[in-house]
Structures are given as structure tokens and as C-alpha cells.
């Protein structure tokens, strides 16, 4: 997945876009979700992060 945005108006959103959908693979082929609002990805990424912290933090 790669990080996209695009601006309707004055409202910005950001997502991220697999990349078989930016080297514009046949959609036939696809498994699974194309695109996915960045909230959703960054909030995870961000929950894995801390989670690792901790774990390390009671090493």
C-alpha cells in the first residue's frame, strides 16, 4: 500500500491505495480491499509502535 490524498473543495483526504491498483492490475484479479482511509492504517501502525515500546520496556 502506498499513501494517496486528494482534495474535494476545501476538505483534504488521505488514504492508502495498493499497488496493484497504481500499476493498474486488472481488478478481476484483486483480492481484498483497494483502498483504505489513512486514519484507519496510521492508527494501527501507531498501535503496533506502542505496543513493541512496551514490550521492550519490560525486557
Do not use: F, N
Not at 492508502?16 to 484483486?30: G, Q
Request: charged fraction near 30%.
Amino acid at each position: 500500500m502506498t499513501p494517496h490524498h486528494t482534495k474535494k473543495g476545501t476538505r483534504h483526504y488521505r488514504y492508502y491505495v495498493s499497488m496493484d491498483v497504481v500499476e493498474k492490475r486488472p481488478k478481476a484479479e484483486l483480492p481484498g480491499p483497494q483502498r483504505l482511509p489513512g486514519g484507519v492504517i496510521e492508527d494501527a501502525v501507531v498501535g503496533e509502535i506502542r505496543r513493541l515500546l512496551r514490550a521492550i520496556g519490560r525486557a
